[in-house]
Structures are given as structure tokens and as C-alpha cells.
């Protein structure tokens, strides 16, 4: 007799899909990644601003101290600097011009334990041919002839305001006027060196050491009337300018005018020697003197900055891009989770459009038999309901197993396998194949019967579905082992075959969940499951219990 129960209705809550959750949470990650991102460099720029304001003004205001300082000792030492010329004049108009000046340099010296002062004399070209500032001699003072002809025209002796020396790294001061023997064509000029100045620069230098990302920095000196001196604030090896540079300082400091205006801030980038930098000019008048203005000349190493702007940008992108692949991997699964959706809907709906067909066959086909007996053609009838059955009963617990508890109670294997092997006689007779079975064993085992029987035959069905006609099916228990084995196409991937709707054969048709619901069955109670196939030997699919 073929046991049948007519399935009770029930109601299957559907699962909201984690993937979803996972592709929202995803997207918020980035969402916020980019908005750090975004907050992050604006943060970068912001301190990078702040930080160049902070150290602009902290030099401006260090070097509006020095200048101012300079400034007090220029008015305070021009009076003696232009009596000191005089001096210097009444003594050559009496001594020749390329005598030595060791004399006169002495007597003006007196005074200071420094010596401050030095004497220069040109010739008609206004090369330096003899001076008390040896390494001077032969340098040129033709870029500054318009200056000594505009003192000439206006009759006065006029010390410059201080000027930076890159020779000594200090501030010097110069009165000049034409040497009335000769022509007039020979030039005196009586310089002054600030005995505090390079002290003052240092310390101006250290602080801006301590910036490392200043490639250069110089502070242009202008009057009203035109470019006096640039002054390098960073810190440098001290040499000798030629005259050829000193007029492309010139040249360099009135561009900067021209380029600066009447603005009080301009920047702009340069690309040298393929590295970016920035430069920032900053016009600000003299605190000390109306008629007399500065341009700050700074210019910023960027590389350390846009270093850290192109890790930022290579660090969001990253994430960006894993976001992506993320997000479209979880777009997958989710696809992949309505499909496998779709087709779990599709078998509980063909579960129950089979279950009232199927209980009717099976009572009129037991009544038919009841009432004429079985032949050949009832025994192929009642085999073809015994899969419809067993197919039926894969797919009712698998719909029902998350819905209802099946109580464990010891099962002697032994009695269920042998009762199973029975059931599928006739199945395995209908398809031309024929199953033994050798128990050599006893085994009580806490498990439901519901899930026992699924297991069992699920491994029968199998075994008749895809073994070759005319061939015998072997199922051994031994050594608390049940073993199926049966001759047939060989498994290429043990593992795949486990998984739902998978199937090797896809000739044969058939679901893909009866070795999924063997798999679920044996994972919840510990059975070990242990498969070979081979041409030669065939599939043997193996159980092992850790019965009591």
C-alpha cells in the first residue's frame, strides 16, 4: 500500500532579501566616503591656505621689524655717511686716484671696531680699479649710471636706502659722486655695512627654515620713483653677483611690479624643471616711510600638498571603485536571489497543484487494484506514482522544514533503510534495474523519520534516476555506514552537486533539491558524507552515523 498525506494548506512569509540591505548600506558607505572626501579636501585647502596665511604674516611682520630697524639706523647714520664722503673727496683732491687708501681708510674707521666703511674709485668705465674692498676690484657700476648722473644733475650726495648684499649676506648702504680730476668721468662711491643686520636675518632665515615648503623667498624694495634692491629672505650659499645678474634682478623685481599693479595679492603657478610650484606676491607699503613700498615674492614647493591631494583623490577613487564592484556583486546576488525566489514559488505552486491529482490517482489506482489485482501495467502505474511521490515529498519538506519542527526520536537506520529499499523495488524494477541490499549492521540514531526517509530516498532515487539500464544497485550498511553505490556517469564536481537547482545531468531533468535536502539533512546531524565516482567503479555515495 502506498502511504499518502494530503498536505495541509499554510502560509509562506516572504523574507526581505539581505542583499538588499547590504546594496543600501553600500551605497550610504559611499554616499558618506564622498562626502568626507569632499570635506577632507576642502579641510587639505583650508589648512593649506591657513597655514601659508599664518607664516606670510609671521614673515611680514618679522621683516617689517628688520626694515624698520634698518630704516632707523639709515636716518641715523646718513648724516655721518655723507660727511664721511666729503671726507673722502677733500682726501683724494689731493692725493692721486690709484694711490693706495689705506690712510684715508683708517682715519674714516677710527671710530668703529668693526670698520664699517670701504672706499671704491672707477675708472672712465665705471670698473672698480681701486678700492679698500679687495675682492670688488674690477666689478662693473654701469647698471646704476642713471642713478650716479641723476646725483651728479641734482648736486647731492644721497646714501642709498640699504641694500642686501648676497656677498655678505648683509645690509650695506653707498654714497656716490663723480671725481671732479680726470674728466669727472671717475666715480667715488664710501659704502656702510650694518653691523646687526646679518644677525637680524637669521633669525628671520630660521623661521622661515622651518617652512619647508618655501623654495625661495625675497622681499623687492621700490620707492615711488622705482626698484631699489631685493632682499632673500630664504637661506642660500653666499656669493659674488656679476653685474649681468644683478640687472636681471632689476629687470626681474620691476616685472613683479608690473605684474602685481595696484592689486595687493596676485598668484600665480610656474612649472619648473617639470615640478609645479606657486608663487605668491603680496604688496605692502612701508610702515616707516609713504613714499616706499614692498612686494613679498614667496614661492611654494607644492609637491609635498598635491602629494597628499593625489592620495586623497587615489583613496576615494579606490573606494569608489570597490563601491562599484561591491554594489554590482551584491546586484548579483540579488538577481540570483529572485531567480532562485521565482523558482522556490514555482515548485510550492506546482506542489500544490499536484497534491489533489496525485491523492486521487493513488485511491482510484488502489481501488482499481483492490478490485482486478495487479499486472504488469499497475505495477508500471504504481511506479511511475512512487516518483511522483517521492518528488512530491522533496519539495513538501523543503517548503515545510523552516515552518514546522520535526521531533527527534531514536531510529533504528537498519529497519528505515530496509522498508525504503522495499519502496523502491518496484521503481527500480519499472526502470530496468534492480536494487540489493546487505545490512550488516544495527545502529539507533536520534533523528525524525520525516528527515531519515528524505535522506535515504532521495540517495535511492538518484541512484535508480542516473545508473545505467540493466545494472544493480548496491546498498550497503556497515560500520554505522550507509552506502549507495551504482554504476553510471561519472561525477565531474562533488561539491556542485549539493548545491539547489544544480544538476550534472541535465538530460534526465529532475529539480536539483534532493541532494541539497541530503546535504541540509546531514549538516544539521553531523553525518559525514563521503563520495567517489569513477568510470571504472562506478559513484558510491556514503553516510556515516555516530549512532548511540
Given at each position: 500500500m502506498i502511504q499518502y498525506t494530503k498536505n495541509q494548506g499554510f502560509c509562506v512569509l516572504k523574507k526581505s532579501s539581505n542583499a538588499i540591505g547590504i546594496f543600501i548600506i553600500i551605497s550610504l558607505f559611499l554616499i558618506f566616503?564622498?562626502?568626507?572626501?569632499?570635506?577632507?579636501?576642502?579641510?587639505?585647502?583650508?589648512?593649506?591656505?591657513?597655514?601659508?596665511?599664518?607664516?606670510?604674516?609671521?614673515?611680514?611682520?618679522?621683516?617689517?621689524?628688520?626694515?624698520?630697524?634698518?630704516?632707523?639706523?639709515?636716518?641715523?647714520?646718513?648724516?655721518?655717511?655723507?660727511?664721511?664722503?666729503?671726507?673722502?673727496?677733500?682726501?683724494?683732491?689731493?692725493?692721486?686716484?690709484?694711490?693706495?687708501?689705506?690712510?684715508?681708510?683708517?682715519?674714516?674707521?677710527?671710530?668703529?671696531?668693526?670698520?664699517?666703511?670701504?672706499?671704491?674709485?672707477?675708472?672712465?668705465?665705471?670698473?672698480?680699479?681701486?678700492?679698500?674692498?679687495?675682492?670688488?676690484?674690477?666689478?662693473?657700476?654701469?647698471?646704476?649710471?642713471?642713478?650716479?648722473?641723476?646725483?651728479?644733475?641734482?648736486?647731492?650726495?644721497?646714501?642709498?636706502?640699504?641694500?642686501?648684499?648676497?656677498?655678505?649676506?648683509?645690509?650695506?648702504?653707498?654714497?656716490?659722486?663723480?671725481?671732479?680730476?680726470?674728466?669727472?668721468?671717475?666715480?667715488?662711491?664710501?659704502?656702510?655695512?650694518?653691523?646687526?643686520?646679518?644677525?637680524?636675518?637669521?633669525?628671520?632665515?630660521?623661521?622661515?627654515?622651518?617652512?619647508?615648503?618655501?623654495?625661495?623667498?625675497?622681499?623687492?624694495?621700490?620707492?615711488?620713483?622705482?626698484?631699489?634692491?631685493?632682499?632673500?629672505?630664504?637661506?642660500?650659499?653666499?656669493?659674488?653677483?656679476?653685474?649681468?645678474?644683478?640687472?636681471?634682478?632689476?629687470?626681474?623685481?620691476?616685472?613683479?611690479?608690473?605684474?602685481?599693479?595696484?592689486?595687493?595679492?596676485?598668484?600665480?603657478?610656474?612649472?619648473?624643471?617639470?615640478?609645479?610650484?606657486?608663487?605668491?606676491?603680496?604688496?605692502?607699503y612701508s610702515p616707516i616711510s609713504p613714499d616706499t613700498y614692498m612686494i613679498y615674492s614667496v614661492m611654494f614647493d607644492e609637491s609635498d600638498y598635491l602629494e597628499k591631494q593625489h592620495r586623497l583623490d587615489m583613496i576615494i577613487l579606490v573606494i569608489t571603485l570597490l563601491g562599484v564592484v561591491a554594489l554590482f556583486v551584491v546586484w548579483q546576488i540579488w538577481h540570483k536571489e529572485k531567480l532562485l525566489e521565482a523558482q522556490d514559488n514555482f515548485v510550492k505552486s506546482a506542489m500544490h497543484e499536484i497534491g489533489t491529482p496525485l491523492s486521487v490517482i493513488m485511491c482510484n489506482h488502489e481501488l482499481r487494484e483492490e478490485i482486478y489485482g495487479s499486472d504488469e501495467y499497475s505495477d508500471e502505474i504504481t511506479s511511475a506514482v512512487k516518483v511522483l511521490k517521492n518528488s512530491y515529498d522533496d519539495i513538501s519538506f523543503l517548503v515545510t522544514k523552516d515552518k514546522i519542527v520535526y521531533d527527534k526520536e531514536p531510529i533504528d537506520i537498519a529497519t528505515i533503510l530496509q522498508a525504503r529499499v522495499n519502496y523502491f523495488q518496484t521503481i527500480a524494477k519499472a526502470n530496468d534495474k534492480h536494487i540489493v541490499c546487505n545490512i550488516k549492521d544495527k545502529c539507533i540514531f536520534d533523528i525524525s523519520t520525516v528527515e531519515i526517509i528524505r535522506l535515504i530516498d532521495n540517495n535511492l532515487s538518484n541512484a535508480i534516476k542516473y545508473s545505467h539500464k540493466d545494472t544493480t544497485i548496491t546498498v550497503i550498511f556497515k560500520d554505522k555506514t550507509i552506502s549507495f553505490h551504482s554504476i553510471g556517469e561519472v561525477i565531474v564536481d562533488t561539491k556542485v552537486i549539493f548545491e539547489k537547482y544544480k544538476r550534472e545531468n541535465k538530460v534526465l531533468g529532475g529539480y536539483g533539491l534532493g541532494l541539497n535536502i541530503v546535504q541540509q539533512i546531514a549538516s544539521k546531524y553531523n553525518i559525514k558524507i563521503d563520495i567517489t565516482s569513477s568510470k571504472k567503479l562506478g559513484t558510491t555515495f556514503s553516510y556515516k552515523f555516530k549512532c548511540h
Amino acid at each position: 500500500m502506498i502511504q499518502y498525506t494530503k498536505n495541509q494548506g499554510f502560509c509562506v512569509l516572504k523574507k526581505s532579501s539581505n542583499a538588499i540591505g547590504i546594496f543600501i548600506i553600500i551605497s550610504l558607505f559611499l554616499i558618506f566616503a564622498l562626502i568626507g572626501y569632499k570635506f577632507l579636501k576642502y579641510q587639505t585647502q583650508t589648512n593649506h591656505i591657513k597655514d601659508t596665511k599664518i607664516f606670510f604674516y609671521e614673515v611680514q611682520h618679522d621683516t617689517n621689524i628688520l626694515l624698520t630697524k634698518l630704516w632707523h639706523n639709515y636716518e641715523q647714520i646718513k648724516p655721518t655717511m655723507i660727511q664721511i664722503h666729503k671726507d673722502v673727496e677733500k682726501y683724494l683732491s689731493t692725493h692721486s686716484y690709484d694711490a693706495p687708501l689705506d690712510e684715508i681708510y683708517q682715519k674714516i674707521n677710527q671710530p668703529y671696531k668693526t670698520k664699517p666703511y670701504n672706499i671704491y674709485i672707477t675708472d672712465d668705465n665705471l670698473t672698480i680699479v681701486n678700492t679698500t674692498f679687495k675682492p670688488d676690484l674690477g666689478f662693473n657700476l654701469l647698471f646704476s649710471k642713471s642713478s650716479f648722473d641723476r646725483h651728479k644733475a641734482m648736486g647731492v650726495i644721497e646714501p642709498c636706502f640699504p641694500l642686501f648684499e648676497k656677498s655678505s649676506k648683509g645690509f650695506m648702504s653707498y654714497s656716490d659722486s663723480y671725481l671732479p680730476k680726470d674728466g669727472g668721468g671717475r666715480l667715488l662711491q664710501v659704502s656702510y655695512s650694518y653691523p646687526k643686520s646679518n644677525k637680524k636675518l637669521q633669525e628671520l632665515q630660521s623661521v622661515i627654515k622651518e617652512y619647508k615648503s618655501i623654495a625661495k623667498f625675497k622681499v623687492y624694495l621700490f620707492l615711488n620713483s622705482g626698484f631699489i634692491n631685493d632682499i632673500i629672505l630664504s637661506d642660500y650659499t653666499s656669493y659674488k653677483p656679476k653685474a649681468k645678474e644683478i640687472l636681471s634682478r632689476i629687470k626681474e623685481g620691476e616685472e613683479i611690479n608690473k605684474k602685481i599693479s595696484d592689486k595687493k595679492l596676485f598668484i600665480e603657478k610656474k612649472l619648473i624643471n617639470n615640478k609645479e610650484y606657486k608663487m605668491l606676491y603680496l604688496k605692502a607699503y612701508s610702515p616707516i616711510s609713504p613714499d616706499t613700498y614692498m612686494i613679498y615674492s614667496v614661492m611654494f614647493d607644492e609637491s609635498d600638498y598635491l602629494e597628499k591631494q593625489h592620495r586623497l583623490d587615489m583613496i576615494i577613487l579606490v573606494i569608489t571603485l570597490l563601491g562599484v564592484v561591491a554594489l554590482f556583486v551584491v546586484w548579483q546576488i540579488w538577481h540570483k536571489e529572485k531567480l532562485l525566489e521565482a523558482q522556490d514559488n514555482f515548485v510550492k505552486s506546482a506542489m500544490h497543484e499536484i497534491g489533489t491529482p496525485l491523492s486521487v490517482i493513488m485511491c482510484n489506482h488502489e481501488l482499481r487494484e483492490e478490485i482486478y489485482g495487479s499486472d504488469e501495467y499497475s505495477d508500471e502505474i504504481t511506479s511511475a506514482v512512487k516518483v511522483l511521490k517521492n518528488s512530491y515529498d522533496d519539495i513538501s519538506f523543503l517548503v515545510t522544514k523552516d515552518k514546522i519542527v520535526y521531533d527527534k526520536e531514536p531510529i533504528d537506520i537498519a529497519t528505515i533503510l530496509q522498508a525504503r529499499v522495499n519502496y523502491f523495488q518496484t521503481i527500480a524494477k519499472a526502470n530496468d534495474k534492480h536494487i540489493v541490499c546487505n545490512i550488516k549492521d544495527k545502529c539507533i540514531f536520534d533523528i525524525s523519520t520525516v528527515e531519515i526517509i528524505r535522506l535515504i530516498d532521495n540517495n535511492l532515487s538518484n541512484a535508480i534516476k542516473y545508473s545505467h539500464k540493466d545494472t544493480t544497485i548496491t546498498v550497503i550498511f556497515k560500520d554505522k555506514t550507509i552506502s549507495f553505490h551504482s554504476i553510471g556517469e561519472v561525477i565531474v564536481d562533488t561539491k556542485v552537486i549539493f548545491e539547489k537547482y544544480k544538476r550534472e545531468n541535465k538530460v534526465l531533468g529532475g529539480y536539483g533539491l534532493g541532494l541539497n535536502i541530503v546535504q541540509q539533512i546531514a549538516s544539521k546531524y553531523n553525518i559525514k558524507i563521503d563520495i567517489t565516482s569513477s568510470k571504472k567503479l562506478g559513484t558510491t555515495f556514503s553516510y556515516k552515523f555516530k549512532c548511540h
